[in-house]
């Protein structure tokens, strides 16, 4: 594309210098060449100015991911934290259910043998009352 607009400008800077050439003097070829390399000048201007807006959206696409990429991050970082807290909890809450249950029972056969050897030393004694 660049090219073509060159080559463009150059024939028609080619044509014009050809149009008007029945005596040119050294003032209007220089004038001529002037306006050609001008108007070169302004096309590879035009083309850097596109270039240079071209990279710079490339540059705020990027950085606009960049921090969509660190905001999405911070959230799985954030709930992969408040996972990690409750599963700690959870696993604390487990435990401690697991050893109240074990206590409970410790209680219960306590209770259980502590019944047992008091029916037995009653027993006992009222056995012990009646054959005296």
Do not use: H
Request: glycine share 6%; proline share 1%; hydrophobic share 40%.
């Amino acid at each position: 594309m660049m090219r073509l607009i060159k080559i463009l400008a150059i024939s028609l800077a080619f044509c014009g210098s050809i149009a008007f050439a029945q005596e040119p003097s050294a003032e209007a070829e220089l004038k001529q060449e002037i306006a050609v390399r001008d108007s070169v000048m302004q096309v590879q201007g035009d083309a850097c100015t596109l270039e240079k807006d071209s990279l710079r959206s490339v540059i705020e696409s990027e950085k606009a991911k960049s921090e969509n990429w660190e905001k999405s991050y911070n959230t799985v970082k954030k709930d992969n934290e408040t996972c990690a807290q409750m599963l700690v909890t959870s696993i604390g809450m487990n435990e401690k259910k697991q050893e109240k249950e074990q206590e409970d029972r410790r209680s219960a056969a306590m209770a259980a043998s502590s019944s047992f050897l008091g029916g037995v030393g009653i027993g006992l004694l009222i056995m012990w009352l009646i054959m005296k």
